[in-house]
């Protein structure tokens, strides 16, 4: 893997279910306006491969991770909390603490409705970098900008302001209907590569 | 069998549509947006 993919790949861990999908549109939206790539383990349609290990594979190739740990609540049929988020949190952090120094160079950020909410349940994580969204994707697409504007990648480029990719991001959802109209694709049942590869030929044209 | 006219660039990537389409579509789509908003629109050769 090149080191500048890797300096450039963004880790996104995040729910995969529909009341979600806004809220990973505008973090997948603000990864790549950024001039980053998201990278996710919705990209990786391998029935035959174990999943835990594309997730891994996904982690070591991203110097960047975006952990959003808010719907890390119980079930409403089973009264179990969804832990995939925490566990791939946990993962990329040991990533940091004992793998090469490379994987040490690694940035997460977590993200959560509130601020002090994941008190509650994973305590431990107290000293990361953790933001609150308020489940408003204007506000999540802020946390991503300003959290890869400081990183070290790239800190000669300062990153356009995040209500101008808020609203870049507006134009481009209401584009994303007649694109896919265009591309006899459907809105909802858009794949996560379909999603980026669309975004990065739209950006190319909408340069800022 | 005949060929397709169209390729799979990105293996995995999209179905049948290649980036060439993409970025076809999101040109014309772009290009109508300008227009229906006033802003400038690049006029044709003559």
Request: net charge positive.
């Amino acid at each position: 893997m090149a080191s500048q993919d890797y300096d450039h790949n963004v880790f996104i861990n995040c729910p995969f279910d529909e009341p979600y999908q806004g809220m990973l549109y505008a973090l997948i939206f603000a990864v790549y306006d950024c001039g980053f790539k998201a990278r996710c383990a919705l990209e990786v349609d391998d029935a035959g491969s174990v999943r835990i290990e594309n997730i891994v594979e996904l982690i070591r190739g991203c110097r960047f991770g975006i952990h959003d740990v808010s719907r890390t609540e119980l079930d409403k049929d089973n009264d179990l909390p969804r832990f995939n988020m925490p566990l791939e949190l946990g993962l990329f952090l040991g990533a940091m603490r004992f793998g090469s120094s490379k994987q040490r160079q690694k940035h997460s950020l977590i993200l959560d409705r509130e601020r002090y909410r994941y008190q509650k349940f994973i305590s431990d994580i107290a000293g990361q970098d953790i933001k609150a969204h308020e489940d408003k994707a204007e506000v999540a697409i802020r946390r991503v900008r300003d959290w890869l504007n400081s990183s070290p990648v790239d800190s000669d480029v300062t990153k356009p302001g995040a209500r101008k990719m808020a609203e870049r991001y507006e134009r481009f959802m209401s584009e994303l209907p007649d694109l896919c109209g265009k591309l006899h694709l459907d809105t909802d049942e858009l794949t996560f590569n379909d999603f980026t590869t669309i975004l990065e030929e739209w950006l190319v044209y909408n340069e800022w | 069998m005949a060929k397709t006219k169209r390729t799979i660039k990105r293996s995995g990537k999209i179905g049948s549509v290649s980036r060439k389409d993409v970025r076809a579509a999101v040109r014309e789509v772009g290009r109508a947006r300008s227009a229906s908003t006033g802003r400038f629109v690049k006029k044709p050769k003559r």
